[in-house]
């Protein structure tokens, strides 16, 4: 492994283990105002009246008529308020009331009395006309393929909310004071927050700054969230006479009332000709929430990545996401991909079983190789290193053997074993990175010989703060120690684009890795000296047209397989996790420890969404709101998981690194609902997949028995 | 005007005098400023506020400040100038176990707690010492290397000194430390006993009631035996009810599934019984072994089978000047037992079905049969109509009346609609009686 990837303490250790690291939930209270935001109760509708409880000195609401600038924030498209009289999901802020006791104005929220005129709202995504994004994808001759075809197979697929539960919620605090506005707090991405901050209150650039504090983790969940919690502070903090407003949610409004994992609903029609393949029609639809937030990027994903890691010749995709009133969907870890990867993953082995045929080599017969086109007539421009890394898991996980011993149990714990391989296009959909983001870093290198890194990105637990010093110290050839990083205010660094897709150490990684290059030519010591270096596309890249959906999306790939056996419990239904097994390329790791360790977190944030997570709403309602009820693995849930890196290193990516954070939450699923499956001897099309849905299998497993009998 | 309750925090004499009901959590982060422990869910569902109290690890958002009367209070400031820290500080770093941060406070008080237990754990000790730390970020595999590479080290270390408070702590108005003054106590109604707060700090206006506090009332911390009963003080912790000799193996086991360590520190079996719930774990146990509880109050006392104390959901036959002061369990009869636990998880789990069952078998004949099922209806199921049709037979007769036995359990259980299903929570309850009688040859 190249040197680079040697594990070195990691920058922000110490303050986070001494408990001195400062989160926007530590800083001190004293003089501050304390926020609390008044949730629509309805699912959609118009408020009619809002009326407050005599409020005493000191206390005071906003709402959206006090918003100076667009009532709209900032983000995509503007949809999404500041603050709304006209709701369209249970718990859209209606307003914010402010003042010095954060328990008095918990008593005084809910004392006020809103009237609404309700209207009939829509909850399930499939009964939507609203169609907020819908993107093609028409690659080959599917028409002739389906005419030709000696049959058609045909499945849909379902996946369910999911909660980020980062463990620090969403925070944040606003001062305005002589006219200029600072806002600080939990997030990800400082120069969203600047410009949707500006678009609400009107305020200049230059009279607005944005700072991260030390953020408890995101997950995508800090990527499109904080942006409008900071437009509701700013505009809170305006009538605040020049005092700090904080707003920090408790659990249940964090959970209730921030963005989640997009439900999706796939259906696929694959043709078969001589038992093979030969094309797909695919309809990928996506439930947006009540406002698109980050819906269309989601779901552009989700499009080009339907067809999983496999060649198939002829497709048809439609990608389309639907406006319902419920919580706005948003990003999440492996963003749109997750849905698609374990639709794909469950059709490839219900097929083969269709075909009577092993799956897994099945599956292996179409993956796509270097040079291949993908799903938008793209090209795979680097080497496939599936078939290698599936090798490795197969034998790590001893796959063929144990599928062997798990036939024909019959005894009270059943075990399976499954195995997925999958796929993350590494940094921005299509021309993102060209056309939108247009990143900037700099380097500013003082007379002493030190020098200090400027970047928008953010370190939310990811480890940004120790890879990227990595990086400048190596190309540099200065010790760690000469080289300095903070987390971002954007009154001093500029917009190297949001923390998120897996980005920031391929992309912002490199073009430090650049500036580093022109600071070393133009390096004179004893002198200050600042270098700034601008993203520039790569040449190889096959230009995307996001009209008609082609081109490349992505300049590289990251690459996993991942196996997982699971034993059940056929009394209870209760799934338990024995073994899990994974093969991740993400390039070059930059720090090893770092990246098993986002691998290891992504691989259990993944098994979690299979088998444990729900948060399926009633009537638009969250009904498992709390910590309590809303089930992620605790560290007696999972065994120790058997991670290890393949590295096929990208040239373009800093030292060959790629695109890391994402890869881990997209094969984790599949893999065990695939164990699920076959250890229950059935097809499943769903998650998550939990001991209920176990219970009901065998349940009618026992009923049928009985009717043979 | 308030009491004063003194203890110590990091090693140093507090004296405090503001409201008892106040959160130590929101103490020590708005008071104190000790903000390194952190608030995650304040429902003691996460472990981000861990602290360590008289040497145990404790969510401090389920601890009311008046509980603290005499107690040691560590925080991770406290904390963190110890060798064990050093220790443990260079294991996480040296396989970068810390992500975002959030959970590490906390994350480390589980693991002192550990080590100041274990020299050499295993990795189930480990998982399980760490069990109620939700981290969303590492997937625990590099919090489970770095306790075992610490635990390596620790040999080597002093644990941090944990002195006590040194007069006697007996503040009569509030915390007493005598049943007599419990009791006086509990004659006024506008006071809530507080035995361990892990069930009533839960509510999120927990801080605006009046309790008064009975962990410390020396008659109800003891386990002791007679000659018919093993006697519980209704103030014993699970953990204290685990490690000790005289607790029979079915509660044990019971026990050592609830929750996570800080809550199974905290939580006692008189709260357990007393905050009335189905779900409750050790009254599970305290119901299928047909226990007593002694009754007391100021000018009364009696002995209730635990039975007949449940009334309807979170209703109890409890006066309002009565504390539940010991819970009798039968010494003999209980060894051949059958416990599971249905949560959604392997900690932090309440359950969602639970069974337990004893069958007592001398000399071929089943002297004693019973079951009980948690977490069904609104009071734990407790039917020895039916039991009774085993009691008496031989293995071989048993087993000719075991489908009149299971159909009418079958018609017996009815399951309160929940948030889990009807038929599953029934299903399950079917499957494990079953299999009781099948592990018993019947």
């Known amino acids: ?709 | 005007m308030q009491s004063l309750i003194k203890f110590i925090l990091n090693n140093e004499n507090i004296i405090y005098s503001e409201s008892p009901s106040v959160r130590l959590l929101d103490w020590l982060r708005d008071s104190q400023k000790l903000t390194g422990t952190k608030c995650g869910c304040k429902e003691g569902e996460c472990g981000a506020c861990a602290v360590i109290i008289n040497g145990k690890l404790i969510n401090s958002c389920l601890v009311a400040m008046g509980s603290l009367c005499g107690a040691n209070v560590l925080t991770i400031e406290g904390y963190s100038s110890t060798a064990r820290f050093a220790a443990l500080d260079m294991a996480y770093a040296s396989v970068s176990a810390v992500q975002c941060g959030f959970c590490i406070p906390g994350m480390i008080m589980a693991s002192e707690c550990l080590l100041a237990e274990k020299n050499y754990p295993t990795e189930n000790d480990i998982r399980t010492a760490i069990s109620g730390n939700i981290c969303r970020c590492t997937g625990y595999n590099a919090i489970v290397k770095a306790i075992a590479i610490a635990s390596d080290a620790v040999e080597y270390t002093v644990p941090p000194i944990r002195k006590r408070w040194d007069e006697v702590m007996d503040v009569k108005e509030l915390a007493p430390t005598s049943l007599y003054d419990a009791l006086e106590l509990r004659k006024n109604k506008a006071l809530i006993p507080y035995s361990g707060g892990t069930d009533i700090m839960v509510s999120g206006l927990c801080s605006q009631n009046s309790y008064f506090f009975i962990n410390n009332v020396s008659e109800m911390r003891q386990i002791i035996s007679d000659d018919k009963y093993i006697r519980f003080g209704a103030a014993c912790s699970f953990t204290e009810s685990i490690s000790n000799p005289l607790t029979p193996a079915i509660l044990k086991e019971a026990c050592k599934q609830i929750a996570a360590p800080a809550i199974r520190n905290a939580g006692t079996l008189g709260g357990n019984i007393a905050n009335g719930s189905a779900k409750a774990d050790a009254a599970l146990i305290f119901m299928v072994t047909d226990s007593l509880l002694r009754l007391v109050s100021a000018n009364n006392e009696r002995i209730l089978p635990v039975k007949d104390f449940y009334l309807g959901k979170g209703a109890t036959a409890l006066a309002d000047d009565e504390l539940i002061v010991e819970i009798l369990m039968p010494k003999h009869g209980l060894d051949n037992y059958y416990y599971k636990k249905v949560g959604a998880r392997n900690a932090l789990a309440i359950s969602r079905t639970s069974f337990a069952g004893i069958m007592d078998i001398e000399n071929g004949v089943i002297k004693n049969n019973a079951t009980a099922f948690g977490a069904v209806k609104d009071i734990i199921i407790r039917l020895p109509e039916i039991d009774k049709k085993l009691i008496g037979k031989t293995i071989e007769e048993a087993k000719a009346v075991k489908e009149v036995y299971l159909e009418a359990y079958d018609e017996a259980i009815i399951p309160r609609p929940g948030r889990v299903g009807v038929e599953y929570r029934k299903d399950i309850c079917m499957n494990l009686l079953r299999d009781f009688l099948d592990s018993n040859g019947i």
Not at chain 1, 585 to 592: A, L, M, Q, Y
């Open chain 1, 1 to 709: 492994m190249n040197p680079i990837s040697n594990s070195v303490t990691k920058r922000d250790h110490s303050i986070k283990i001494n408990g001195s690291a400062v989160y926007v939930c530590d800083y001190p209270t004293e003089g501050m105002l304390f926020g609390r935001i008044l949730r629509s109760g309805i699912a959609k509708g118009t408020v009619k009246n809002v009326k407050l409880p005599e409020l005493p000195q000191g206390y005071y609401y906003v709402d959206k008529t006090d918003v100076p600038g667009f009532n709209e924030v900032h983000m995509i498209q503007d949809d999404t308020p500041v603050f709304t009289d006209n709701p369209q999901f249970i718990g859209d802020p209606v307003g914010m009331l402010v003042g010095v006791d954060e328990l008095l104005v918990n008593e005084f929220l809910l004392k006020i009395e809103v009237e609404y005129d309700e209207e009939t709202p829509v909850f399930d995504a499939r009964l939507s006309e609203d169609v907020f994004f819908a993107y093609d994808i028409d690659k080959g001759d599917t028409d002739s393929a389906f005419a030709n075809a000696d049959r058609i197979i045909e499945y849909s697929y379902e996946t369910g909310l999911q909660e980020h539960i980062y463990l620090e919620t969403n925070g944040m605090i606003a001062q305005y004071k002589d006219g200029k506005m600072n806002v600080h707090g939990s997030m990800q991405c400082p120069y969203y927050l600047h410009r949707a901050v500006v678009h609400a209150t009107g305020l200049r650039h230059e009279d607005i700054s944005i700072r991260q504090d030390v953020t408890g983790g995101g997950f995508g969940g800090k990527e499109d969230f904080p942006s409008t919690l900071a437009c509701q502070v700013a505009v809170a903090a305006l009538k605040a006479n020049g005092k700090p407003v904080r707003v920090v949610f408790e659990r249940e409004e964090d959970i209730t009332a921030t963005s989640k994992r997009h439900p999706s609903y796939c259906t696929y029609k694959a043709a078969i000709k001589g038992g093979r393949i030969t094309g797909m029609i695919v309809d990928v639809l996506l439930d947006a929430g009540a406002y698109t937030t980050m819906s269309m990027v989601v779901l552009q994903r989700a499009t080009n990545g339907a067809c999983g890691v496999y060649d198939i010749p002829n497709i048809k995709i439609h990608g389309h996401a639907r406006k319902t009133n419920t919580i706005p969907n948003g990003a999440f870890r492996g963003f749109g991909g997750p849905q698609v990867f374990f639709a794909i993953e469950m059709l490839m082995t219900h097929i083969a079983k269709e075909l009577d045929t092993e799956p897994v080599k099945f599956k292996k017969s179409y993956f796509v190789n270097q040079g291949d086109s993908t799903s938008t007539d793209g090209v795979y421009h680097f080497p496939v290193p599936l078939p290698v890394m599936l090798d490795d898991v197969l034998s790590d996980s001893g796959y063929y053997e144990k599928l062997e011993l798990f036939k024909n149990q019959n005894g009270r714990f059943r075990r399976g074993i499954g195995v997925s391989a999958v796929f993350h296009g590494a940094g921005f959909t299509g021309n993102g990175e060209r056309d939108v983001i247009k990143a900037t870093v700099r380097l500013s290198k003082s007379a002493d010989g030190k020098v200090e890194i400027l970047t928008g990105n953010t370190d939310m637990g990811q480890g940004l703060l120790t890879t990227l010093v990595k990086i400048v110290a190596k190309e540099l050839d200065i010790p760690p120690d000469d080289v300095i990083l903070t987390l971002p205010d954007t009154r001093r660094v500029p917009d190297s684009g949001p923390t998120v897709a897996s980005r920031s150490v391929m992309i912002v990684g490199e073009l430090l890795r650049r500036a580093c290059l022109s600071l070393k030519n133009e390096w004179i010591d004893g002198e200050e000296q600042t270098v700034e270096q601008h993203y520039r596309h790569p040449d190889f890249l096959i230009p995307f047209d996001a009209e008609v959906f082609k081109g490349d999306a992505y300049p590289t790939y990251s690459w996993a397989v991942n196996a997982v056996e699971v034993e059940i419990d056929t009394l209870t239904g209760y799934i338990s996790i024995p073994g899990a097994w994974g093969s991740f390329d993400v390039g070059t790791p930059i720090d090893e420890n770092i990246v098993i360790g986002q691998m290891e977190g992504g691989f259990l944030q993944s098994l979690g969404w299979g088998i444990m997570e729900n948060c399926a709403p009633r009537n638009g309602k969250i009904g498992n709101k709390l910590l309590c009820d809303y089930i992620v693995p605790t560290s007696l849930d999972v065994t120790d998981m058997n991670v290890r890196l393949y590295v096929e290193e990208y040239p373009e990516g800093p030292f060959g690194a790629k695109g890391a954070g994402e890869m881990p939450h997209v094969g984790g699923a599949p893999a065990i609902i695939e164990a699920v499956q076959n250890a229950l001897g059935i097809n499943i099309y769903r998650l998550p997949f939990m001991a209920e849905d176990v219970m009901d299998v065998l349940r009618s497993q026992k009923a049928a028995e009985k009717e043979v009998r």
